[in-house]
């Protein structure tokens, strides 16, 4: 998962979650474990019609699976996704699917689709995702994948955006982010969270391409023009560590406020001095001042 303040960020800007959810997680355990033998037979039966099945999935909204080897059977995490639940009449409106080194392809973007298709909600960290998918009803993405291809995506509904990587490193260089990794339309987009590899230019014609942002969480910003006026713009986060890339985020921050008129929070992780490159201290100052000046309230939370 991301980091505890980010986690943060996102739940506060993201729809609540509906009254008498049933949420199922699914983990990998270790074969010789007492627990596997358990599951090994819960998800034995998923696949066995849903008259013989040892467990009933009636009524579950959120389907969470994580690991690689679930059972003794070798079945994997997605051969759970894909046939744990009818293709058609499923309840499921939130799919979180984590493992790492998985390698996703057309052929279970197919199935999800099949399967899924009432989703509101998806969360899925993989080292490789590639092909076609479309989820009409779909309002939070949250994506964490080191190689992403999102050209036969699309999500019309899409109004909360999280992409990072799966294995995030800070040291990595930056990389400017573009439309093309935006699985739909920006106009509706209310809230945009890039970490922590990536950086945005923030010109007049990106602030015309999502009239309704209301939250922007980037690596790094430069903000080139300030937003038209009646922009809902009003929080802005930084996701990146003072001093790894040897840069100096609080005056870089301090120069986006400028331009950044109505913002009313900032969200950053927090440093100790004792952390901070030398001379860093002072820009952290300034920012701090800044924000007392214009009214902005500056949070820190865990990195």
Known sequence: ???????????????????????????????????????????????????????????????????TVLTTEDIHVQDVILNAFDRKGNQVRSLIYEENSAFIGDLFLAGLESSFSQLTNLTIR??????????????????????????GWTFPSLKHYCLGSAQSDES?????????????????????LLYPQYELDASMLFWQMFPALEFLGVAQINVDSSPPEGHPLRHLGSSSRPGRRQRDVYEQLSIALEKLPHVVTLITPYIGNEFLPEGMEISRIRLSQTCEIRGVTWTMGNA
């Not at 990998?28 to 099945?53: A, H, M, T, Y």
């Open 126 to 151: 993989a080292y490789w995702v590639k092909g076609e998918l479309t989820l009409q009803h779909v309002e939070s993405v949250v994506l964490h994948v080191d190689v992403l291809d999102l050209t």
């Open 1 to 67: 998962m991301g980091r505890p303040w980010i986690r943060t960020q996102v739940r506060n800007h993201l729809p609540a979650i509906p009254a008498g959810t049933r949420r199922l997680d699914i983990c990998g355990v270790e074969k010789d474990s007492k627990q596997n033998n358990r599951i090994s037979r819960l998800l034995s039966s998923l696949f066995l019609p849903q008259s013989r099945r040892s467990a009933s999935l009636d009524g579950v909204t959120t389907l969470a699976v994580e690991g």
């Open 172 to 192: 990595n260089p930056l990389q400017a982010f573009d439309m093309s990794l935006l699985p739909g339309p920006s106009l509706n987009l209310r809230s945009l």
